[in-house]
């Protein structure tokens, strides 16, 4: 690798550090011999991106921007036009030479490539397209590829795009209309939902296609996502989860990413440089978006005028429980699949394997703790078979005390700003 290509790869692949929507599952595309018997090079994974996917697997990609020139000027953006940085850009054949090259040597097993926009969205999102189109059709490669779409791109681009992409995202950025016009003027999210809506028009219509003719290709299998700054701005967690959960619905989005914003720059609308990034509620926001797609959830039950924002101390779930005590506590033998999911300190196979194991008898104390059940949490919403009788219910004050001493207790010399998501 010449000096100059190991230059621009430091600036770039530093500069997409930022993009957190790079995680993905879902695409299944196969290594398929081409004409000739030639066989093609890589088959795509169940995830990607130095992240754990389902069956705990660490993977990793190859995660650059293809420019980090830009003609917007947003506030929170390190590559804005008025930042003061090292610029840097690649061709189409050196973003195609480093992928082909780094995946030989089994340094990444797929690409996330983003952008900065120079001279306009169509130019910008063109040369990306050369850049998956070459990998594709003329070195046969078979990886996964996570592609940005380019906010205001035509329609023509973005739907050949996604023949060969894995998946595809667009950033919100903000979570509300009035802090993307503060800090980025130049966006909209009437913008974003445009975009988003061809793309998940397209991978309906494609399913439905294939449905008839079994040649039909794929149109982005493993679907879209998103990502919204937090902390920037004075929004609520509310604003963030009222957004997050429209945008699941409508676009069908495969997920949403938080990021933590980390100040940047000297600019008094946004947190000073210095100030420590909100991890906490980024894990927090992460746990919520997990109540709402797993477990069955409303956004309203979680966050709503009364408490806007999540409180940082104890996760969403057990605080949803401590505002409804008049729904607990539940008999684990008796109570259905959906209210057992409630129960903190009980997750989704812990719920099926209760289900499933009471049919042959009552389920006691110590068999729940052998299914994986956190029970020294979930002790204070459920009765099992062995439960002793108690005249007096503690009361949500004395439930929370109580988890948060062994929490502290158990916990404090190991606390680490990791993100975590079991509840």
Same mark, same amino acid.
């Given at each position: 690798?010449?000096?100059?290509?190991?230059? +621009?790869?430091?600036?770039?692949?530093?500069?997409?550090?930022?993009?957190?929507?790079?995680?993905? $599952?879902?695409?299944?595309?196969?290594?398929? $011999?081409?004409?000739?018997?030639?066989?093609?090079?890589?088959?795509?994974?169940?995830?990607?991106? %130095?992240?754990?996917?389902?069956?705990?697997?660490?993977?990793?990609?190859?995660?650059?921007?293809?420019?980090?020139?830009?003609?917007?000027?947003?506030?929170?953006?390190?590559?804005?036009?008025?930042?003061?940085?090292?610029?840097?850009?690649?061709?189409?054949?050196?973003?195609?030479?480093?992928?082909?090259? @780094?995946?030989?040597?089994?340094?990444?097993?797929?690409?996330?490539?983003?952008?900065?926009? @120079?001279?306009?969205?169509?130019?910008?999102?063109?040369?990306?397209?050369?850049v998956v189109k070459k990998l594709r059709l003329e070195e046969h490669y078979n990886g996964y590829i996570h592609l940005k779409t380019i906010p205001g791109a035509?329609?023509?681009?973005?739907?050949?795009?996604?023949?060969?992409?894995?998946?595809?995202?667009?950033?919100?950025?903000?979570?509300t209309e009035a802090g993307l016009k503060l800090l980025a003027p130049e966006k909209s999210h009437a913008e974003v939902k445009h975009d988003l809506g061809i793309? %998940?028009?397209?991978?309906?219509? @494609?399913?439905?296609?294939? +449905?008839?003719?079994?040649?039909?290709?794929?149109?982005?299998?493993?679907?879209?996502?998103?990502?919204?700054?937090?902390?920037?701005?004075?929004?609520?967690?509310?604003?963030?989860?009222?957004?997050?959960?429209?945008?699941?619905?409508?676009?069908? #989005?495969?997920?949403?990413?938080?990021?933590?914003?980390?100040?940047?720059?000297?600019?008094?609308?946004?947190?000073?440089?210095?100030?420590?990034?909100?991890?906490?509620?980024?894990?927090?926001?992460?746990?919520?978006?997990?109540?709402?797609r797993f477990y069955g959830f409303g956004v309203q039950e979680i966050v709503n005028e009364q408490h806007p924002n999540l409180e940082l101390e104890i996760d969403?779930?057990?605080?949803?429980?401590?505002?409804?005590?008049?729904?607990?506590?539940?008999?684990?033998?008796?109570?259905?699949?959906?209210?057992?999911?409630?129960?903190?300190?009980?997750?989704? +196979?812990?719920?099926?394997?209760?289900?499933?194991?009471?049919?042959?008898?009552? #389920?006691?104390?110590?068999?729940?703790?052998?299914?994986?059940?956190?029970?020294?949490?979930?002790?204070?919403?459920?009765?099992?078979?062995?439960?002793?009788?108690?005249?007096?219910?503690?009361?949500?004050?004395?439930?929370?005390?109580?988890?948060?001493?062994?929490?502290?207790? +158990?916990?404090?010399?190991?606390?680490?700003?990791?993100?975590?998501?079991? @509840?």
């Open positions: 690798m010449s000096e100059r290509i190991r230059e +621009k790869l430091q600036i770039l692949a530093d500069a997409a550090k930022y993009d957190v929507s790079c995680s993905s $599952s879902g695409s299944n595309r196969k290594n398929t $011999s081409k004409g000739g018997g030639q066989k093609g090079v890589g088959d795509t994974g169940s995830g990607i991106c %130095h992240t754990y996917t389902e069956d705990g697997r660490c993977v990793s990609l190859l995660k650059i921007l293809f420019t980090n020139v830009c003609i917007f000027d947003c506030a929170y953006c390190v590559s804005r036009r008025s930042n003061d940085i090292k610029r840097a850009s690649f061709t189409v054949d050196e973003v195609v030479q480093l992928t082909m090259n @780094f995946y030989r040597r089994n340094y990444i097993e797929g690409l996330f490539l983003s952008s900065g926009i @120079f001279k306009n969205a169509d130019y910008t999102m063109e040369r990306m397209l050369q035509s329609e023509a681009l973005i739907q050949e795009a996604g023949l060969y992409a894995d998946r595809m995202s667009i950033n919100l950025e903000m979570p793309v %998940h028009r397209n991978i309906v219509q @494609f399913k439905q296609d294939r +449905k008839l003719i079994r040649s039909t290709p794929k149109f982005v299998p493993a679907g879209q996502s998103t990502q919204m700054v937090v902390g920037a701005t004075a929004d609520t967690d509310k604003d963030v989860l009222l957004l997050a959960d429209q945008y699941y619905r409508n676009f069908q #989005l495969r997920r949403v990413y938080y990021s933590g914003y980390i100040p940047i720059s000297h600019d008094q609308r946004m947190p000073a440089i210095g100030t420590l990034p909100p991890l906490i509620r980024e894990n927090r926001l992460y746990q919520t978006d997990w109540l709402l969403p779930k057990l605080a949803w429980a401590l505002r409804n005590p008049h729904l607990f506590p539940i008999d684990i033998n008796r109570a259905d699949y959906p209210m057992i999911l409630r129960v903190p300190g009980i997750g989704v +196979k812990s719920a099926r394997k209760i289900v499933q194991a009471r049919r042959f008898g009552k #389920l006691h104390s110590d068999q729940l703790q052998r299914m994986g059940v956190a029970y020294n949490r979930a002790r204070h919403f459920i009765r099992c078979a062995d439960t002793p009788f108690s005249l007096r219910n503690p009361t949500p004050e004395q439930i929370r005390s109580s988890i948060l001493a062994v929490a502290n207790s +158990k916990y404090a010399a190991t606390l680490s700003p990791q993100l975590q998501l079991g @509840f």
